[in-house]
Protein backbone atom coordinates (compact mmCIF):
# COMPACT_ATOMS: atom_id res chain seq x y z
CA UNK A 1 0.00 0.00 0.00
CA UNK A 2 1.11 3.64 -0.95
CA UNK A 3 2.07 5.77 1.88
CA UNK A 4 2.55 9.73 1.24
CA UNK A 5 3.75 11.27 4.10
CA UNK A 6 3.66 15.01 5.16
CA UNK A 7 5.25 16.54 8.50
CA UNK A 8 2.34 16.46 10.54
CA UNK A 9 2.42 20.40 11.87
CA UNK A 10 5.15 23.15 11.16
CA UNK A 11 5.29 26.58 12.85
CA UNK A 12 5.47 29.63 10.62
CA UNK A 13 5.76 33.32 12.23
CA UNK A 14 3.77 35.76 10.77
CA UNK A 15 5.46 37.29 7.43
CA UNK A 16 7.65 34.45 7.22
CA UNK A 17 8.22 31.70 5.12
CA UNK A 18 7.74 28.04 5.57
CA UNK A 19 7.87 24.91 3.36
CA UNK A 20 5.61 22.09 3.20
CA UNK A 21 6.46 18.93 1.70
CA UNK A 22 4.80 15.75 0.41
CA UNK A 23 6.47 12.75 -0.54
CA UNK A 24 6.22 8.83 -0.99
CA UNK A 25 7.28 6.56 1.86
CA UNK A 26 9.32 4.89 -0.58
CA UNK A 27 10.16 6.28 -3.50
CA UNK A 28 10.61 9.96 -5.35
CA UNK A 29 7.56 12.04 -6.35
CA UNK A 30 7.89 13.53 -9.90
CA UNK A 31 5.88 15.70 -12.10
CA UNK A 32 3.96 13.28 -13.22
CA UNK A 33 1.84 12.53 -9.53
CA UNK A 34 0.61 15.79 -10.57
CA UNK A 35 0.60 17.33 -6.90
CA UNK A 36 -2.07 19.24 -6.18
CA UNK A 37 -2.26 20.86 -2.76
CA UNK A 38 -5.30 21.97 -0.42
CA UNK A 39 -6.37 24.13 2.35
CA UNK A 40 -8.93 23.15 5.05
CA UNK A 41 -9.52 25.15 8.13
CA UNK A 42 -11.71 23.07 10.81
CA UNK A 43 -14.99 22.32 10.14
CA UNK A 44 -14.73 23.49 5.74
CA UNK A 45 -14.69 22.05 3.13
CA UNK A 46 -11.30 21.71 1.29
CA UNK A 47 -10.17 24.20 -0.69
CA UNK A 48 -7.60 23.89 -4.03
CA UNK A 49 -4.76 25.43 -3.63
CA UNK A 50 -2.27 23.96 -6.30
CA UNK A 51 -2.60 21.44 -8.81
CA UNK A 52 -0.26 19.94 -11.79
CA UNK A 53 2.66 20.50 -8.77
CA UNK A 54 2.98 24.38 -9.83
CA UNK A 55 -0.37 25.93 -11.00
CA UNK A 56 -2.21 28.26 -8.72
CA UNK A 57 -6.07 27.76 -8.03
CA UNK A 58 -8.33 30.52 -9.46
CA UNK A 59 -7.67 33.37 -6.63
CA UNK A 60 -5.13 31.60 -4.92
CA UNK A 61 -2.68 34.72 -4.02
CA UNK A 62 1.14 34.21 -5.14
CA UNK A 63 1.71 33.96 -1.87
CA UNK A 64 1.40 29.53 -2.20
CA UNK A 65 3.60 28.27 -4.75
CA UNK A 66 4.30 24.80 -5.68
CA UNK A 67 7.13 22.85 -6.94
CA UNK A 68 9.37 19.20 -6.66
CA UNK A 69 11.82 19.54 -4.25
CA UNK A 70 13.91 16.81 -4.60
CA UNK A 71 11.94 13.32 -4.14
CA UNK A 72 8.90 15.09 -2.75
CA UNK A 73 6.19 17.67 -4.05
CA UNK A 74 6.63 20.76 -1.53
CA UNK A 75 4.35 23.87 -0.94
CA UNK A 76 5.72 27.39 -0.24
CA UNK A 77 3.56 29.75 1.66
CA UNK A 78 5.59 33.18 1.64
CA UNK A 79 4.72 36.31 3.52
CA UNK A 80 2.83 33.86 6.28
CA UNK A 81 -0.24 35.71 7.25
CA UNK A 82 -2.82 34.56 10.37
CA UNK A 83 -5.35 32.99 8.29
CA UNK A 84 -3.13 30.75 6.78
CA UNK A 85 -3.30 29.04 10.07
CA UNK A 86 -4.74 25.79 8.44
CA UNK A 87 -4.48 22.08 7.80
CA UNK A 88 -2.47 21.34 4.20
CA UNK A 89 -3.29 18.09 2.36
CA UNK A 90 -1.53 16.99 -0.41
CA UNK A 91 -2.84 14.79 -3.21
CA UNK A 92 -0.26 12.24 -5.58
CA UNK A 93 -1.86 10.83 -8.58
CA UNK A 94 -0.22 7.07 -8.71
CA UNK A 95 -1.87 6.91 -12.48
CA UNK A 96 -4.74 4.06 -13.19
CA UNK A 97 -7.39 6.28 -11.71
CA UNK A 98 -5.74 5.79 -8.45
CA UNK A 99 -5.10 9.02 -5.79
CA UNK A 100 -3.19 9.05 -2.29
CA UNK A 101 -3.73 11.70 0.29
CA UNK A 102 -0.90 12.64 2.48
CA UNK A 103 -1.42 12.94 6.25
CA UNK A 104 -2.88 16.60 6.06
CA UNK A 105 0.26 18.82 8.17
CA UNK A 106 -1.31 21.36 10.20
CA UNK A 107 0.41 24.65 10.31
CA UNK A 108 0.50 27.13 12.77
CA UNK A 109 0.94 31.11 12.77
CA UNK A 110 2.39 32.60 15.71
CA UNK B 1 -21.57 29.28 -10.42
CA UNK B 2 -20.33 25.53 -9.67
CA UNK B 3 -22.23 23.94 -6.80
CA UNK B 4 -22.17 20.21 -5.49
CA UNK B 5 -24.78 19.55 -2.54
CA UNK B 6 -24.18 16.25 -0.93
CA UNK B 7 -26.80 14.72 1.00
CA UNK B 8 -28.11 11.57 1.88
CA UNK B 9 -26.06 10.94 5.57
CA UNK B 10 -27.13 9.66 8.71
CA UNK B 11 -26.57 6.96 10.76
CA UNK B 12 -26.62 3.28 9.79
CA UNK B 13 -25.87 -0.06 12.06
CA UNK B 14 -22.65 -1.86 11.04
CA UNK B 15 -23.59 -4.18 7.91
CA UNK B 16 -25.95 -1.72 6.79
CA UNK B 17 -26.42 0.43 3.36
CA UNK B 18 -26.77 3.75 2.44
CA UNK B 19 -26.24 5.95 -0.91
CA UNK B 20 -25.50 9.25 -1.00
CA UNK B 21 -25.98 11.90 -3.32
CA UNK B 22 -24.16 14.75 -4.45
CA UNK B 23 -26.52 17.46 -6.54
CA UNK B 24 -24.07 19.07 -9.40
CA UNK B 25 -25.03 22.60 -11.29
CA UNK B 26 -23.14 25.48 -13.16
CA UNK B 27 -20.81 23.00 -14.86
CA UNK B 28 -21.72 20.38 -17.65
CA UNK B 29 -21.61 17.37 -15.88
CA UNK B 30 -20.75 15.16 -18.57
CA UNK B 31 -17.46 16.89 -19.52
CA UNK B 32 -15.80 16.25 -15.93
CA UNK B 33 -14.79 13.34 -14.03
CA UNK B 34 -16.26 13.17 -10.51
CA UNK B 35 -15.00 12.03 -7.38
CA UNK B 36 -15.90 10.53 -3.79
CA UNK B 37 -13.55 12.19 -0.87
CA UNK B 38 -13.71 11.27 3.16
CA UNK B 39 -13.03 12.32 6.27
CA UNK B 40 -12.80 10.42 9.39
CA UNK B 41 -13.74 12.46 12.65
CA UNK B 42 -10.42 14.56 13.75
CA UNK B 43 -8.97 12.84 10.27
CA UNK B 44 -7.33 13.45 7.40
CA UNK B 45 -8.58 13.44 3.69
CA UNK B 46 -9.16 9.64 1.98
CA UNK B 47 -9.78 9.44 -1.53
CA UNK B 48 -12.66 7.16 -1.85
CA UNK B 49 -13.80 6.94 -5.65
CA UNK B 50 -13.49 8.30 -9.13
CA UNK B 51 -15.61 8.46 -11.87
CA UNK B 52 -14.90 8.99 -15.26
CA UNK B 53 -16.12 11.69 -17.14
CA UNK B 54 -17.93 9.61 -19.45
CA UNK B 55 -18.95 6.85 -17.15
CA UNK B 56 -17.06 4.80 -18.39
CA UNK B 57 -14.74 3.43 -16.00
CA UNK B 58 -14.75 3.66 -11.90
CA UNK B 59 -12.26 3.35 -9.29
CA UNK B 60 -12.00 2.89 -5.99
CA UNK B 61 -9.75 2.94 -2.82
CA UNK B 62 -8.57 -0.40 -1.56
CA UNK B 63 -10.53 0.39 1.99
CA UNK B 64 -14.09 0.28 -0.10
CA UNK B 65 -13.74 -2.00 -2.98
CA UNK B 66 -16.39 -4.19 -3.60
CA UNK B 67 -18.33 -2.94 -0.86
CA UNK B 68 -18.76 0.95 -2.21
CA UNK B 69 -20.34 2.11 -5.96
CA UNK B 70 -19.97 5.29 -7.47
CA UNK B 71 -22.46 6.29 -10.13
CA UNK B 72 -24.17 9.35 -11.93
CA UNK B 73 -27.82 9.91 -13.28
CA UNK B 74 -26.85 12.90 -16.03
CA UNK B 75 -30.31 13.87 -16.74
CA UNK B 76 -30.55 14.83 -12.90
CA UNK B 77 -26.90 16.23 -12.69
CA UNK B 78 -26.13 13.90 -9.76
CA UNK B 79 -23.90 11.50 -8.45
CA UNK B 80 -23.94 8.83 -6.00
CA UNK B 81 -22.35 6.57 -3.86
CA UNK B 82 -23.83 3.21 -2.78
CA UNK B 83 -22.45 1.88 0.52
CA UNK B 84 -22.78 -1.45 1.26
CA UNK B 85 -21.54 -3.57 4.68
CA UNK B 86 -20.63 -0.54 6.25
CA UNK B 87 -17.80 -0.69 9.29
CA UNK B 88 -17.15 1.65 12.11
CA UNK B 89 -14.40 3.31 10.30
CA UNK B 90 -16.68 4.13 7.20
CA UNK B 91 -17.77 7.57 9.70
CA UNK B 92 -16.73 10.09 7.96
CA UNK B 93 -17.80 13.32 6.32
CA UNK B 94 -18.27 12.48 2.94
CA UNK B 95 -17.31 15.11 0.44
CA UNK B 96 -17.89 14.84 -3.76
CA UNK B 97 -15.80 16.89 -6.20
CA UNK B 98 -14.97 17.38 -9.72
CA UNK B 99 -12.22 16.83 -11.59
CA UNK B 100 -11.32 20.78 -13.21
CA UNK B 101 -11.93 18.92 -17.15
CA UNK B 102 -11.34 15.20 -18.54
CA UNK B 103 -8.00 13.89 -18.15
CA UNK B 104 -6.96 16.89 -15.41
CA UNK B 105 -5.64 15.31 -11.75
CA UNK B 106 -6.87 17.35 -9.14
CA UNK B 107 -10.24 17.73 -7.30
CA UNK B 108 -11.72 21.48 -8.64
CA UNK B 109 -14.55 22.32 -6.35
CA UNK B 110 -15.78 20.49 -3.38
CA UNK B 111 -18.92 20.75 -1.87
CA UNK B 112 -19.60 21.34 1.81
CA UNK B 113 -20.31 17.27 2.79
CA UNK B 114 -22.19 15.06 4.07
CA UNK B 115 -21.85 12.99 8.03
CA UNK B 116 -22.22 9.55 7.81
CA UNK B 117 -21.68 7.47 11.11
CA UNK B 118 -21.77 3.96 11.39
CA UNK B 119 -23.09 2.65 14.84
CA UNK B 120 -25.45 0.28 16.62
Known amino acids: QTVVTQEPSFSVSPGGTVTLTCGFS?????????PSWYQQTPGQAPRTLIYNTNTRSSGVPDRFSGSVLGKKAALTITGAQANDESDYYC??????????FGGGTKLTVL | QVQLVESGGGVVQPGGSLRLSCAAS????????LFWVRQAPGKGLEWVAF????????FYADSVKGRFTISRDTSKNTLYLQMNSLRGDDSAVYYC?????????????WGQGTLLTVSS
Open chain 2, 97 to 109: AKQQQAGSHHFDY
Open chain 1, 91 to 100: VLYLGSGIWV
Open chain 2, 51 to 58: LQYDGSSE
Open chain 1, 26 to 34: SGSVSTNNY
Open chain 2, 26 to 33: GFTFSNCG
